[in-house]
């Protein structure tokens, strides 16, 4: 599975909308934008994913670069309880067999 | 998604001995997969276990430290055996789901 990049922190305040990026310029055709976010002392849950069109749901929102070679997890208003690490994961379409290739991920700070 | 059990949470162990972590899923799943992320550090994926069958190990794990077991396709084990204390780490299951994967609550291992 190809690699990403992100930055390794981000800082945000508390009820401010929170713009995440990632890199994966080596995606291929049959890669899907996944991410996840680890809270404290937690294993990481699924936030959102997409392939090529902008994705939105209740925790988030995925904007995908035309190209695919970066996308942005958007959080429209910053919780102190969306303070996590945040990771950009590609998976494979039919899965990766598990083997997702965690990067070190954006630790993201909220402050009241 | 999929729902799991993961036990214990955290414990502490004296260096030779051997910890054994559960995983319960709530539904039957096909492949069940193994963690370990290091403190500071990202996830590794340790192997994957499927029922009725060995459980396949990523390259550095090895079955006799790692022994896993996966009587039926809702339940697995992973054994950390005569642990060191570079052992200490969070041990997490995962499964995948329909939309990515669901990971469990994790297992802080101390060894001491």
């Known amino acids: 599975d190809a690699k990403t990049t992100q930055p390794n922190s981000m800082e945000s305040n508390e009820e401010e909308p929170v713009h995440l990026p990632c890199n994966h310029s080596t995606i291929s055709g049959t890669d899907y934008i996944h991410w996840y976010r680890q809270l404290p002392s937690q ?4 936030v959102i994913h ?4 902008n994705v939105n749901n209740r925790m988030a929102s995925l904007a995908i670069a035309e190209d695919r070679k970066s996308s942005t997890l958007i959080l429209h208003r910053a919780t102190l309880r969306d303070a ?9 379409y039919g899965g990766s067999q598990g083997n997702l290739i965690f990067g070190k991920g954006t630790k993201l700070s909220v402050k009241p | 998604s ?13 260096r030779g001995t051997s910890l054994t972590i559960q995983c319960q899923v709530d539904s039957q799943v096909t492949m069940m997969f193994w963690y370990r992320q ?9 192997a994957t276990a499927n029922q009725g069958s060995e459980a ?17 396709l809702t339940f697995s084990t992973l ?7 570079e052992d200490s780490s969070i041990y997490l299951c995962s499964v995948e789901n329909l939309y990515g994967y669901t990971f469990g609550s994790g297992t802080r291992l101390t060894v001491v």
Do not use: H, W
Request: glycine share 6%; with cysteine; aromatic share 10%.
């Open chain 2, 79 to 85: 054994t950390v055996s005569n642990m060191s204390p």
């Open chain 1, 84 to 92: 996590a690490v945040y990771y950009c994961i590609l998976i494979q």
């Open chain 1, 43 to 46: 294993g990481p849950e699924y």
């Open chain 2, 56 to 72: 396949t190990y990523e390259s550095g794990f090895v079955i006799d430290k790692f022994p896993i077991s996966r009587p039926n």
């Open chain 1, 50 to 53: 997409g392939l090529t069109s």
């Open chain 2, 38 to 46: 290091q403190p500071g550090q990202s996830l590794t994926l340790i």
């Open chain 2, 2 to 14: 999929a729902v799991i059990s993961q036990k214990p949470s955290r414990d502490i162990c004296q």
